[in-house]
Nanobody
Framework: QVPLVESGGGLGQPGGSLRLSCAAS????????VGWFRQAPGKEREGIAC????????????YYADSVKGRFTISRDNAENTVYLEMNSLKPEDTAVYYC???????????????????????WGKGTLVTVSS
């Protein structure tokens, strides 16, 4: 079993929408903080949306990078053991490979998004390509 599998990528129209899924196998995703990261050709990896675990007594918190704030939404579906990234108002600069990652203990969701990498996240998916073009 591959622990995390992303899906939903493909060709999106400028101004359009796509929904990415991050499905977990072999563990309960609700106990983990989850982040979406992306990397465009020739650019550094960027943490764009992170969500805390769903079991904390402090409730769920989210963080969005400025580049996607107001356009993208991260959410959980515990029944499906999946985290989604709803992407609206797509722009050509959203073109990238999108990865999801999960980690049990984080300081803050903002920190997860800012420093998360395959080296420090417990699980890291193989990615799904999103291309935004007319």
């Amino acid at each position: 079993q591959v622990p995390l599998v992303e899906s939903g990528g493909g060709l999106g129209q400028p101004g359009g929408s796509l929904r990415l899924s991050c499905a977990a196998s072999g563990f309960t995703l609700n106990y983990y903080a989850v982040g979406w990261f992306r990397q465009a050709p020739g650019k550094e990896r960027e943490g764009i949306a992170c969500i805390s675990n769903g079991v904390s007594s402090r409730g769920v918190s989210t963080y969005y990078a400025d580049s996607v704030k107001g356009r993208f939404t991260i959410s959980r579906d515990n029944a499906e053991n999946t985290v989604y990234l709803e992407m609206n108002s797509l722009k050509p600069e959203d073109t990238a490979v999108y990865y999801c990652a999960a980690h049990e203990i984080i300081t803050t969701v903002q920190t997860m998004c800012m420093v998360g990498s395959p080296a420090n996240m417990k699980y890291w998916g193989k990615g799904t390509l999103v291309t935004v073009s007319s």
